[in-house]
C-alpha cells in the first residue's frame, strides 16, 4: 500500500512538470495599451529603452502605434520612434530626422515582439515561470517567459532564420503597466 502510494505521489508530481493548465491565451495581454521598461538584444547589440503602445485590434490587420524612446547607450539616447496609422517618424529632443529609408523600421523592429498573432505550440514550466513557444509558418520561433504572479511576460525573444543567418532578439520586460 505504500509503494503505491509513493508511486502515485511520484506521478502526480512528475505530471506538474509537464505544464501549466490555460486556456490558451497567453498573448491576451498584447490587446491593451501599455508602458514598458526593456532590455533589448539584437543579434550582438543591446540597448534599453521606454516603450509606449496604444490597445492593439489583432483582427484589424494594422499594426498597433507604438513609441520608443532609447535611454542607452548613450549614442542612442533620446532618440524617439513612432509607428502612427503605420507611418514611422524619428526624431531627437522633438526635432525628427530626415527621411532614411528603412532605418526607423529597424529601430523599432524589435516592437514586433508585442504583436504575436498565432497560439502557443508548447506550454513548459521553467522554475517557477510558464515558458510559451510559437512557431510561426515562415519558421521565426517566439519563446514567452511568464511570471507566475502576473502571467504577464517577463521576457520575449525571437529567432528567425534569414539568407545571412540566424536572427535573434530578446526583450527583457524590467517594468510593465497597463495605460488603459
Avoid at 529632443?93 to 523599432?108: E, H, T, V
Amino acid at each position: 500500500m505504500k509503494k503505491a502510494v509513493l508511486i502515485l505521489m511520484i506521478c502526480i508530481f512528475l505530471s506538474g512538470c509537464e505544464g501549466k493548465e490555460t486556456d490558451g491565451d497567453v498573448l491576451s495581454y498584447q490587446e491593451r495599451a501599455f508602458e514598458a521598461t526593456l532590455t533589448v538584444e539584437v543579434d550582438e547589440m543591446t540597448f534599453s529603452a521606454f516603450v509606449s503602445a496604444s490597445a492593439w485590434q489583432k483582427d484589424s490587420g494594422e499594426a498597433r502605434n507604438i513609441s520608443v524612446t532609447y535611454t542607452a547607450p548613450a549614442t542612442l539616447d533620446g532618440i524617439k520612434v513612432t509607428r502612427e496609422h503605420e507611418v514611422i517618424t524619428a526624431n531627437v529632443g522633438g526635432l525628427p530626422f530626415d527621411d532614411k529609408g528603412d532605418i526607423y523600421s529597424s529601430l523599432i523592429e524589435f516592437t514586433d515582439l508585442f504583436c504575436i498573432t498565432s497560439k502557443p505550440h508548447s506550454l513548459t514550466l521553467e522554475g517557477e515561470n510558464t515558458r510559451a513557444e510559437i512557431r510561426r509558418e515562415d519558421g521565426t520561433l517566439y519563446s514567452l517567459l511568464l511570471s507566475p504572479k502576473t502571467d504577464m511576460p517577463i521576457q520575449i525573444s525571437a529567432e528567425k532564420k534569414t539568407d545571412a543567418g540566424t536572427k535573434r532578439t530578446c526583450v527583457r520586460i524590467e517594468s510593465f503597466v497597463f495605460t488603459d
